[in-house]
């Protein structure tokens, strides 16, 4: 059996070449991403396995479906990149549900630990024998209040390690969970209560921009703000506008809403068009990382094990009915 693996990483290879040897697949790697352009390469592969910032629109899984691939693994959890409509009757989509909570989690904290205390900078001056502490003045983060937007995997974990700094934690679900034990409150309630935000809902209809500037205006002056979900969860632009007013204290972004031209490519040389990046990456308030949250060991080996597990399922006739992505009823 034949996988075509796009946007692939070295990071990728060791995990799905330990995995693929154990159940006789033949993974072809392309760097490139999936795109109407790059669809083509595809031909003669029985798989896809895309990841998120890969395109799959519908002339893409049109493309792929007259090439006769069979089935979508995507090595992710989220699927809003992909178009359910136009896969429908024609390709099965698998995704990873779960790999690790903890690392983006994880990676949320350490976001919020460096841009409230500074490490990044601390980092840069000390190994410049610069001993000065101006300017790197934090807040204690015991005592303040975070609104957890999203009580799923993620932010249940990243809701059980603030408890564990004593933050206070408002949660706000469109489904919220009672088993979680948290403190559900409506969105405008957690928007003016919050010292921190943090988003760890999907991206969809209901949730695109959720923090805008209406959402903005309701929340107290100087708040953190913590995207390590989807880019589009923000208005990007009404973001830069709160940080000019220092409305916004502070931001932590592992994702952006145009990433998809920029993130996981080196752009050290070159100059950066987009506009709305740079002018958050000059901010000493910003802090902006390129969607890696989910990048530990135990997560890769996660992502590679359950990607595998969904191709060799849906061969052998037994898919996965707990990660395959269908349209909603
Ligand atoms: P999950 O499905 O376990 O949890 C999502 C939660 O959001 C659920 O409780 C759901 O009820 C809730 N939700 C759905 N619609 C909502 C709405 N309109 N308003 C508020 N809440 C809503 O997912 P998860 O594993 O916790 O992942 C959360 C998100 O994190 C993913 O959708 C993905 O976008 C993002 N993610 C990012 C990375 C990264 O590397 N940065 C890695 C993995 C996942």
């Not at 050290?268 to 740079?278: A, C, Y």
């Not at 135990?298 to 595998?308: F, G, K, P, S, V």
Request: hydrophobic share 40%; net charge negative; glycine share 6%.
């Amino acid at each position: 059996m034949k996988l075509a693996f796009f946007d692939a990483k070295t990071y990728d290879m060791p995990g799905f070449d330990r995995y693929a040897a154990e159940s006789a697949w033949e993974i072809k790697y392309y760097e490139t991403r999936l795109n109407e352009d790059t669809a083509s390469l595809a031909a003669g592969y029985d798989a896809v396995c895309a990841f998120v910032n890969d395109t799959l629109n519908s002339a893409v899984v049109n493309r792929l479906y007259e090439l006769g691939v069979k089935v979508l693994v995507l090595r992710c959890a989220g699927f809003n990149n992909v178009d359910l409509n136009a896969c429908q009757g024609k390709l099965p989509v698998f995704r990873v549900p779960a790999y690790s909570p903890y690392a983006v989690a994880e990676h949320a904290m350490a976001l919020l630990l460096t841009i409230n205390r500074r490490t990044h900078k601390a980092y840069i001056r000390t190994r410049d024998f610069n001993f000065s502490l101006q300017g790197l003045a934090g807040f204690d983060l015991h005592g303040k209040t975070v609104g957890i937007i999203g009580t799923g995997k993620i932010g249940q974990v990243f809701a059980k390690i603030c408890g564990g700094f004593g933050m206070n934690i408002l949660a706000y679900d469109k489904f919220p969970n009672p088993s979680t034990g948290l403190n559900y409150v409506e969105l405008p309630e957690l928007f003016q209560k919050s010292d921190i935000i943090s988003l760890h809902c999907p991206l969809t209809e209901d949730t695109k921009h959720i923090i805008n500037a209406d959402s903005i205006a309701m929340m107290k002056n100087g708040v953190t703000i913590i995207n390590t979900s989807r880019g589009a969860l923000v208005n990007t632009q009404d973001l830069i506008q709160a940080l000019k007013a220092k409305q916004v204290g502070a931001a932590c972004l592992d994702v952006y809403e145009e990433e998809g031209s920029f993130f996981y490519e080196d752009f050290s040389g070159h100059i950066v068009r987009d506009d709305k990046l740079v002018r958050l990456i000059s901010m000493p308030n910003v802090i902006v990382s390129s969607h890696q949250a989910f990048l530990t060991t135990e997560a890769l080996d996660n992502i590679a094990a359950t990607t595998m597990d969904n191709l060799n399922r849906f061969f052998a006739g037994d898919p996965n009915p707990a990660t395959e992505v269908r349209l909603q009823a």
